[in-house]
């Protein structure tokens, strides 16, 4: 059973934590992060979710990404859905996400990485992932059309692809 830490609405730990699965007080969020490799060629690492895993069965997603455990820092949690869910050790000690989105019971942060990987070199993790695969923007548009994709805005797809090298919400000169 996964533990998280309770936090407010302006990101500090409140020192209580809760149980995944239990319902949120008022005031009270979690983190979760997700972290988008892509390939020297501009295609995002995708993963299909396995059909008996609960919450979006079947469908592809992102990279990886889940829940901050209590303890975890957002970079040790991101560094540990990676290592867990495909196999592959990434060391985003130093880095910040490329940008956080609020959501109703949590901040989701973002971290968008460059790592040309061998695919057949990763170790899926078989009660969450079923397989993975590069893809394109046009792709991913195109699956959350055809319901394949988890049912992501498409600005937020395009906002990846488009802040894949860059930090910060405008250009630089």
Known sequence: MEI???????????GRTMRRGESFEEGDYHLVVHVCIFNNEG??????????KEGWPDMWNI???????????????????VLEEIGYNID????????????EVGFDDYYL??????????TLQPEEVKQVKWAKKEEILSMIDQGE?????????ELLFN??????????S
């Open 92 to 103: 985003l000690q130093g880095i910040r996400p490329s940008f956080t989105v609020n959501f």
């Open 163 to 172: 802040m894949r090298k860059y930090m910060g919400a405008r250009k630089r």
């Open 113 to 122: 990485v460059e790592e040309d990987l061998d695919i057949s070199d990763l």
């Open 63 to 81: 990279t990886v990404g889940g829940s901050a455990v209590s303890g975890d820092t957002s970079q040790k949690a991101a560094e540990r859905e």
């Open 43 to 52: 295609h995002m690492l995708i993963q299909q979710r396995q059909p008996f």
């Open 149 to 157: 994709f988890i049912s992501y805005h498409k600005s937020l797809i």
């Open 4 to 14: 998280w830490n309770i936090y407010d609405k302006d990101r500090n730990v409140t």
